[in-house]
Structure formats: structure tokens, C-alpha cells
């Protein structure tokens, strides 16, 4: 997707700047049985840190034993191998016999660094909390979520071009992680298609990219539209736009 192999490393270090919890990296030749192998012809891999118990000791030293999930799609395979439909994931809400029915959340939500993969009352609590009734909305989303840190996020996301996270229409690659003590925060995960690079022509991934695209999951509509929220996400675009996408900071990272 990225003959450059510039791209994702690219991504990594406008997290980093933006002072979000982002993954070490390494650029490697791969070889198996004398054989180069990778992308593009057996050119540069990309060898990278996940989201783990380690990763949360090393950036939530003092909260690491919290709720860590990666949000993902759910892929349905045929006999051959091929994808016959994909369910994206989704905040909202989905009951059974009046109560949130944690099993249809479970394969596209998924439980990391757990030793339970059936402890979803954290997460149970998020998606309630993004679907409360407008009148307690403000106080409930910032009681149990850093908006300014899921803005930010969304923010680099949009200045990257990056359509295949949460809060975009693909609503994938990204982490969420609630400390004992702390508030959801995000993770970014896999920046293997952004600033142009797509594999998905249906995805505006330029620089003209829409900031609001259609096919983003409604709560995290809902939350990157209301007025005080959305003054956060503005702030934080400001911010990159005019500290780190200036010419001489990226200029001085690809010379």
C-alpha cells in the first residue's frame, strides 16, 4: 500500500508529538530460509509493538491493570476463502429481554491483556454512557471518558487522512483502554493506509477528505458533534495543523 514505507512511521511520530500513547517501532529486513520476504518485493517490515500488559506498564505505570480492548470488524468467510459479509463495530445500543446483550459485542470488541475474555461491565458502562439522554449527556460522557484525549485522536486522524479507525467510517485499528483509577482513553493501532496511501476507493483518504464523513458509528457522531466537545476537536486540529504539520518539523523527519 506504501512503496515508501515512509507513511505509517509518519503516523507514529504525529501521535508521538501529540503526546498520545503510540507503539515502538523498527524498520527490518525479513528473511525466511535465506529468502527476503515482505511487501513490495521483499522491501523494508515494519516491526511493531502491540497494545499489551507491558505496553500499559510502560504508558500507565500508575493505573496498568485496567480494561485494554481493540475494536475490530467481524469478517464472515466463505468455503473459499473469500469475505461474504463484514459487521462493523458499533457503541450503540443492543438489547436483549431489556438488558445490553454482551455477546453481540464480543467479536468486535475484544478483551486484551485479560485474564477473563467474559469481563465486559467496564465496556457495558461506555456504551451506556454514550447513549444517555441529552440532558445528563455533558456529565456523563466526561465523567467516564477523556474527551479532550478521544479528540485529539480523531483530530490526527482526519489531518492524516486516516479513514480506517474509530471515530471514521471503518471504526477499526484503534485501542481503548480504562484504567482502575482513570477514564477511557485511546490507543492508535496500524496506521497502514493514510496521508493518501488506501486500498478502498470507496474512501476519500486525501487531503480533501470530508472531516464529518457519512458512516461514522452514532454515538461517536454524536460525540464529535456536540458544541462542547467539538470545540476540543477543533482545538487539537488547530494545534496540529499549525505545530506539527508545518513544513520544517516533517521536513526534518523524512530528510
Given at each position: 500500500r506504501d512503496a515508501?514505507?515512509?507513511?505509517?512511521?509518519?503516523?507514529?511520530?504525529?501521535?508521538?508529538?501529540?503526546?498520545?500513547?503510540?507503539l515502538y517501532r523498527?524498520?527490518?529486513?525479513?528473511?525466511?530460509?535465506?529468502v527476503r520476504r515482505g511487501a513490495q518485493g521483499g522491501n523494508i517490515c515494519h516491526d511493531t509493538q502491540q497494545p499489551s500488559g507491558?505496553?500499559?506498564?510502560?504508558?500507565?505505570?500508575?493505573?496498568?491493570?485496567?480494561?485494554?480492548?481493540k475494536c475490530a470488524q467481524w469478517s464472515e468467510g466463505s468455503d473459499a476463502a473469500g469475505v461474504e459479509g463484514i459487521v462493523l463495530n458499533s457503541l450503540e445500543r443492543i438489547v436483549a429481554d431489556g438488558a445490553l446483550k454482551v455477546a453481540a459485542?464480543?467479536?468486535?470488541?475484544?478483551?486484551?491483556?485479560?485474564?477473563s475474555q467474559l469481563d465486559y461491565t467496564n465496556f457495558m458502562a461506555l456504551v451506556e454512557t454514550v447513549n444517555t439522554p441529552t440532558n445528563v449527556y455533558e456529565t456523563a460522557v466526561q465523567g467516564l471518558m477523556d474527551v479532550d484525549d478521544w479528540m485529539r485522536m480523531f483530530a490526527?486522524?482526519?489531518?492524516?487522512?486516516?479513514?480506517?479507525?474509530?471515530?471514521?467510517?471503518?471504526?477499526?485499528?484503534?485501542?481503548?483502554?480504562?484504567?482502575?483509577?482513570?477514564?477511557?482513553?485511546?490507543?492508535?493501532?496500524?496506521?497502514?493506509?493514510?496521508?493518501g496511501a488506501s486500498n478502498n476507493n470507496t474512501e476519500q483518504a486525501g487531503p480533501n477528505a470530508?472531516?464529518?464523513?457519512?458512516?461514522?458509528?452514532?454515538?461517536?457522531?454524536?460525540?464529535?458533534?456536540?458544541?462542547?466537545?467539538?470545540?476540543?476537536?477543533?482545538?487539537?486540529?488547530?494545534?496540529?495543523?499549525?505545530?506539527?504539520f508545518t513544513n520544517p518539523a516533517i521536513d526534518a523527519l523524512l530528510a
Amino acid at each position: 500500500r506504501d512503496a515508501t514505507n515512509q507513511r505509517e512511521q509518519l503516523m507514529h511520530w504525529v501521535a508521538d508529538q501529540y503526546d498520545m500513547p503510540n507503539l515502538y517501532r523498527r524498520d527490518v529486513y525479513l528473511f525466511v530460509n535465506g529468502v527476503r520476504r515482505g511487501a513490495q518485493g521483499g522491501n523494508i517490515c515494519h516491526d511493531t509493538q502491540q497494545p499489551s500488559g507491558d505496553f500499559l506498564e510502560e504508558w500507565f505505570p500508575d493505573d496498568p491493570d485496567g480494561t485494554l480492548m481493540k475494536c475490530a470488524q467481524w469478517s464472515e468467510g466463505s468455503d473459499a476463502a473469500g469475505v461474504e459479509g463484514i459487521v462493523l463495530n458499533s457503541l450503540e445500543r443492543i438489547v436483549a429481554d431489556g438488558a445490553l446483550k454482551v455477546a453481540a459485542y464480543r467479536w468486535t470488541w475484544r478483551l486484551r491483556a485479560s485474564d477473563s475474555q467474559l469481563d465486559y461491565t467496564n465496556f457495558m458502562a461506555l456504551v451506556e454512557t454514550v447513549n444517555t439522554p441529552t440532558n445528563v449527556y455533558e456529565t456523563a460522557v466526561q465523567g467516564l471518558m477523556d474527551v479532550d484525549d478521544w479528540m485529539r485522536m480523531f483530530a490526527m486522524n482526519d489531518l492524516c487522512g486516516y479513514w480506517d479507525a474509530l471515530g471514521n467510517p471503518n471504526r477499526k485499528n484503534t485501542y481503548l483502554y480504562k484504567g482502575l483509577l482513570g477514564r477511557w482513553r485511546l490507543i492508535p493501532w496500524d496506521f497502514d493506509v493514510g496521508m493518501g496511501a488506501s486500498n478502498n476507493n470507496t474512501e476519500q483518504a486525501g487531503p480533501n477528505a470530508p472531516l464529518f464523513p457519512a458512516g461514522v458509528d452514532a454515538p461517536l457522531d454524536r460525540l464529535n458533534k456536540y458544541p462542547p466537545f467539538l470545540r476540543a476537536y477543533w482545538r487539537e486540529l488547530e494545534f496540529g495543523a499549525n505545530r506539527i504539520f508545518t513544513n520544517p518539523a516533517i521536513d526534518a523527519l523524512l530528510a
